[in-house]
């Protein structure tokens, strides 16, 4: 398992994923927001009236629920006032980033 980070305009949520997720971060969350959202139909609860609406919490969800469900993602903790790469804290420097 390693950590990520994730946002969704707004601050940004550690999380531990398996390494594979976060080896491919950016292949997953794209395959989440631009493919799996729109297609499923296990995310119609995301469908408004005027497109979807999600956050990287229902992300996780995701990863737990159809992806990975034997390599469970875990939240870590909440990230206050980092709102670029100089603000990360040392122990999450280098970890991989996706704002959805």
Sequence with gaps: MKCVLLSHDSELSVYSVPDIVADNLRGYCCEFADKWLWTSPHAKEYHTETGVLYNEHDFIKYLNAWILPNEQSLFV?????VWGTSDIPEKYKGCEWFNF
């Design 77 to 81: 903790e909440t990230l206050n006032d």
